[in-house]
């Protein structure tokens, strides 16, 4: 049940067989995720393979690229496309693990066939997006007509193989159907950025035990609240959980979304050395949903009061929204859990 890796190449290996994809992803305006400095940006979820796909793990896929992944070892920026599967939304029980072998591919539109790799991974509660990445350099990629037309880029992931272990689970039957067919637009000016800070001068008084809600606020016209969980939940015990929540009753177009960046801080009181995760771009969708972090900071380090981060019985929390961009074509994720 190991991960393969692939090899970086110059070029796209065309596929040995026509690519049969069960998610097709237009980016438009290609050329403007990279003058954001690259960012990595999460699809909006498709389900595969209907109910049983749905009822064995009670989730949907998504899928990343990040427009301009750097290996620890390489100095040419790379395109990456990696897979990754929702927690939450499955119903993970943790020792379980998810193997799967699947596609990566881009779009050539000169030929109108599929380049990419074939790839396998295991996926399980604290590893949720693959490591295996199609990698093309970006150079070659913005200077061939073949794969960026109009300032776009069609990417496309095939699921292949679906086990899970241990076997207590009924095998998944994977069944072709109709593609799940995204387009996402990202903006070239017009950047909106909102701030919202919380004070919960009482943490310690909180039940510690369950996920303590913040009240409800507003971001660019959207409720919005704040989950935290002082022992971490269910994915974590020795760190505080965080995440920034969509309320259940706000209203967004069907099928319409949002693209976001989202970034969440514990305010350093004493020095001013806030602690700070940033996630990629994700898409944002009507009704109750989450995104955030299970192992947001060790529960040693927020405690230690040397560090700012709790004084007395004081916590500040702090989130960033942009919205860059739109989509349509996709669904709720009821769990951005961020690795």
């Keep these: 049940m190991g991960n393969s890796f692939t090899t970086r ?22 050329t403007a995720v990279l003058e954001r400095g690259a960012m990595p940006i999460n699809s909006a979820p498709f389900h595969f393979a209907g109910h049983k796909w749905y009822a064995l793990l009670k989730g949907c896929v998504f899928m990343c690229v990040s427009p301009s992944h750097r290996e620890s070892f390489a100095v040419t920026p790379y395109v990456a496309l990696s897979l990754g599967l929702s927690i939450r939304s499955l119903d993970f029980e943790p020792d379980y693990t998810v193997v799967a072998e699947f596609v990566l591919a881009i779009y050539n539109y000169s030929n109108g066939l599929y380049y990419g790799c074939e790839a396998r991974y295991s ?9 295996i990445e199609y990698l ?10 073949d794969f960026v037309v109009n300032d776009c880029c069609v990417f496309g992931v095939e699921i292949l193989k679906v086990d899970v272990f241990p076997r207590e689970k009924k095998p998944v039957v994977v069944q072709k ?22 004070t919960m001068s009482n943490f310690l008084e909180l039940n510690l035990e369950h996920c303590v809600p913040s009240s409800p606020f507003e971001i660019e016209g959207h409720k919005w ?11 974590s015990t020795s760190f505080l959980s965080l995440y920034l929540c969509m309320d259940a009753s706000d209203k967004l177009p069907p099928k319409s979304g949002k693209l976001v960046e989202l970034s969440l801080s514990i305010v350093d009181q004493k020095h001013g050395k806030h602690y700070t995760k940033k996630s990629p771009a994700f898409i944002v969708f009507a009704g109750e ?23 007395r019985s004081c916590c500040i929390i702090k989130a960033e929204m942009t919205v860059i961009g739109s989509s349509n074509g996709g669904e709720n994720l009821a769990d951005g859990l961020m690795n």
């Design 225 to 235: 609240y704040f989950a935290v969980y002082p022992r971490g939940d269910q994915y």
């Design 177 to 198: 159907k109709a593609p799940t067919v995204q387009n996402l637009f990202i903006q070239k000016n017009g950047f909106i950025t909102r701030t919202c800070t919380l």
């Design 136 to 145: 093309m350099p970006l150079k070659a990629l913005l200077k061939s007509p």
């Design 9 to 30: 190449a110059s070029s796209p290996a065309l596929l040995g067989k026509p690519l049969d994809p069960c998610f097709k992803w237009t980016i438009h305006n290609f």
């Design 289 to 311: 949903c989450r995104w955030g972090w299970s192992n947001f900071i060790p529960l040693s380090i927020f405690r230690d009061t040397s560090c700012g981060y709790l004084v």
């Design 123 to 131: 996926f399980y509660v604290n590893n949720t997006n693959s490591t």
